[in-house]
């Protein structure tokens, strides 16, 4: 370790002579330099990083990593420089969703630099700290919260225009120490599905943001609709019978191409929370099997089918989420 410059100064000693510390002196002085150290780093940081948005839910499996890789993904599309931290030490799957499978952090100078994943887009994960993924981490609390600070104070992002912060589910710890180590964070995108349960989740931390003083940007709803395909007569009458029985009507086009999007869990959820609390809704994103795919091959959907149904729709996303920060959407895809 790097030797203290601190000392203790005796005012009461003739002249300057230094008084030496003792041993558990030197040890509190260096700890507590180490600290401010990190302090200034991550206001360094903060200042590099011009949009940081975190990305929390309620309840797990709703689609926070996905949403949280499709954004940075969406916005990279964009021709933004973008990082994601994956603070998920319990179940951290964003290295693979980014075909960053297997990597281990990787640390130059005493500085961690993150993995390049996906059309460039910068990962740090508490993955990349595990020995296999199938070992699961079990951290106390303490432990955790500081190697989170670390993660956040030593690593060397370079200039990012945006970094998206991946939690894990629950309004826990670790969003708070996000938001007391890190400057300026834009605001958080709570991610819900159409589920009653998903939602009354999304309401807990949407009440939570409020405690933390980070603004919320809005409401995702994810898995929010499925849309099937056919063919058949042109012009001709379709009737699809949906999740409940419900029936879907409608027409076939000059080609004989049709489409309609079910509901398959129920219609407006996100929507409804998002009212009911005064925050805009964001959009929603269609469930998509390719998701799970990609989730499991190790290519995100975003990259598989870059102007696909899903992407467009994190593209909505996006753009509501840079009107929230009141930034430029930049160069853009084209969303017919
Ligand atoms: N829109 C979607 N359509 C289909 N599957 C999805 C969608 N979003 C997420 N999934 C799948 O649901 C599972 C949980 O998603 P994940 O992003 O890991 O959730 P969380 O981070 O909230 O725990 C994954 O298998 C993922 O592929
Ligand atoms: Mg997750």
């Not at 929370?273 to 990609?294: C, I, K, N």
């Amino acid at each position: 370790m790097a030797e203290s410059p601190l000392s203790v100064h005796d005012p009461n000693s003739e002249g300057s002579q230094d008084m030496k510390p003792s041993p558990q002196q030197q040890k509190q002085m260096e700890q507590a330099y180490a600290q401010m150290k990190r302090k200034m780093s991550m206001q360094e940081i903060g200042k590099k990083i011009k949009h940081k948005i975190m990305v929390l839910s309620g309840k797990g499996g709703v689609g926070k990593s996905t949403v949280s890789t499709g954004l940075a993904l969406s916005l990279a599309q964009r021709g933004h420089s973008v990082g994601i931290l994956d603070i998920d030490i319990t179940g951290p799957n964003v290295p693979k969703m980014m075909g960053l499978d297997g990597r281990r952090l990787h640390v130059e100078e005493g500085r961690i630099h993150p993995a390049q994943g996906h059309l460039g887009v910068k990962v740090i994960s508490m993955a990349f700290l595990l020995e296999d993924e199938d070992t699961p981490v079990v951290w106390r609390g303490p432990i955790k919260l500081g190697a989170i600070q670390q993660f956040i104070g030593d690593v060397e992002w370079g200039q990012l225009d945006y970094l998206i912060i991946d939690f894990p589910p629950g309004t826990s710890d670790e969003p708070l120490t996000v938001a007391q180590s890190l400057p300026d964070i834009d605001g958080m995108v709570i991610v819900t599905t159409p589920q009653d349960v998903a939602l009354l989740d999304s309401r807990k931390s949407i009440t939570f943001s409020e405690s933390l003083k980070v603004p919320v940007l809005g409401v995702v709803e994810n898995m929010s609709g499925y849309t099937i395909r056919g063919n058949g007569p042109s012009n001709s009458q379709v009737t699809i019978s949906g999740p409940g029985g419900k029936s879907h009507n409608t027409t076939t086009d000059e080609e004989g191409n049709f489409s309609v999007t079910l509901d398959i869990f129920k219609e407006g959820g996100g929507k409804s929370t998002a009212e009911e609390f005064g925050v805009p809704f964001l959009g929603a994103l269609p469930f998509d099997p390719g998701f799970v795919r990609g989730g499991d091959d190790g290519v995100h959907r975003i990259v598989s089918e870059p102007e696909g149904e899903s992407a467009i729709a994190f593209s909505k996303v996006v753009e509501s989420i840079m009107e929230q920060i009141g930034s430029s959407s930049g160069p853009g895809l084209e969303i017919i």
